[in-house]
Antibody, heavy 120, light 107 residues
Framework: EVQLLESGGALVQPGGSLRLSCAAS????????MSWVRQAPGKGLEWVSG????????YYADSVKGRFTISRDNFKNTLYLQMNSLRAEDTALYYC?????????????WGQGTLVTVSS | DIQMTQTPSSVSASVGDRVTITCRAS??????LAWYQQKPGKAPKLLIY???RLQSGVPSRFSGSGSATDFTLTISSLQPEDFATYYC?????????FGPGTKVEIK
């Protein structure tokens, strides 16, 4: 069974940094692209970033480009999201999601999410 | 960026009803479209990808159709467990984008 367990969410001040992790199990991690998708409280879904199975290709939403960095450790079966220069509008539940293949397309399944709150 | 819109934003329906949700892309996305279901307090779940391909384990009462810019999700006979919010997502070009969601409520 595929399992995705996010961690690292916290309350952080504007301008601060945070690193999210997503521990994956139940599938061959290197064979699949992975993404981060967020959901602000009471709002819809926003794709944030994706990475190919090899880790060699990364993609970002315009709203986080230059501030967030996605990476993966295929030996530890873990996905990361380094978040710098955080803003109030980054407050959201951050989901890690597995893709259907080695390139970023469709997301299934998703983890349960980790909450990031940016506030002073 | 490709903008996704959904209509209606909410719909009230009864068990057994046929429900149709429409998703429109601001430019052509070929067949790169998915539908997700999200229940309160839960992570989204992939229902349909590539416009009409049913994800494994998803009941056949769910179906998708469309092409280019206009797409439809149909629930042929609404069941109690189908009351949720539904999102479309384009995977034609980065950054990927979701529609604003359609909430299916009990009448």
């Amino acid at each position: 069974e595929v399992q995705l367990l996010e961690s690292g969410g916290a309350l952080v001040q504007p301008g601060g940094s945070l690193r999210l992790s997503c521990a994956a199990s139940g599938f061959t991690f290197t064979d699949y692209a992975m993404s981060w998708v967020r959901q602000a409280p009471g709002k819809g879904l926003e794709w944030v970033s994706g990475v190919s199975g090899s880790g060699g290709t990364t993609y970002y939403a315009d709203s986080v480009k230059g501030r967030f960095t996605i990476s993966r450790d295929n030996f530890k079966n873990t996905l990361y999201l380094q978040m710098n220069s955080l803003r109030a509008e980054d407050t959201a539940l951050y989901y890690c999601a597995k893709d259907q293949g080695s390139t970023v397309n469709y997301f299934d399944p998703w983890g349960q999410g980790t909450l990031v709150t940016v506030s002073s | 960026d490709i903008q996704m819109t959904q209509t209606p934003s909410s719909v009230s329906a009864s068990v057994g009803d046929r429900v149709t949700i429409t998703c429109r892309a601001s430019q052509g996305i070929s067949s790169w479209l998915a539908w997700y279901q999200q229940k309160p307090g839960k992570a989204p779940k992939l229902l349909i990808y590539a416009v009409s391909r049913l994800q494994s384990g998803v009941p056949s009462r769910f179906s998708g159709s469309g092409s280019a810019t206009d797409f439809t999700l149909t629930i042929s006979s609404l069941q109690p467990e189908d009351f949720a919010t539904y999102y479309c997502q384009q995977a034609n070009s980065f950054p990927y984008t979701f529609g604003p969601g359609t909430k299916v409520e009990i009448k």
